[in-house]
């Protein structure tokens, strides 16, 4: 993971976690990680934590899980299987989407999610 990635999920998750209202040790404890560690997080001198716990971070912070484990470099544990169920068409799917907008991102999902209602 870059520093800057690093700093920013740092930064974003005291700033997040204080606007909230949870102390250092109500927050780590909620998570399941030490106060010390927890810190060192916030302070960028360790890297963010697994998957498992940066979703709970989201969950618990209101934010989306999705943006913070990309946030934290992370995969969230579902795509791995996602990937493997077709091991060549969505990496391709996915090469192909690169370099899309959000907007056109949004408009494709929609035509896969009617397709697969159709499909049903």
């Known amino acids: 993971m870059s520093k800057k ?3 920013r ?3 974003l998750l005291r700033e997040k976690r204080m606007e909230k209202g949870f102390s250092l040790r109500k927050f780590a404890r ?4 030490s106060p010390t560690y927890l810190s060192q997080v916030e302070q ?3 890297d963010p934590p697994t998957a498992d716990r940066v979703k709970r971070m989201a969950e618990l912070l209101g934010e989306s899980v999705d943006a913070w ?3 934290a470099g992370r995969i969230t544990e579902d795509l791995p299987g996602i ?3 077709e091991p060549t068409e969505v990496p391709d799917l996915l090469r192909a989407v690169r370099g899309l907008t959000a907007d056109q991102l949004r408009e494709l999902r ?3 999610e009617d397709m697969k209602k159709k499909g049903k």
């Open 110 to 112: 929609q035509s896969a």
């Open 9 to 11: 999920f740092g930064q």
């Open 69 to 71: 484990t990309s946030l």
């Open 30 to 33: 909620l998570v399941g990680v």
């Open 5 to 7: 990635a690093q700093k």
């Open 44 to 46: 960028m001198n360790v």
């Open 83 to 85: 990937i493997h169920q």
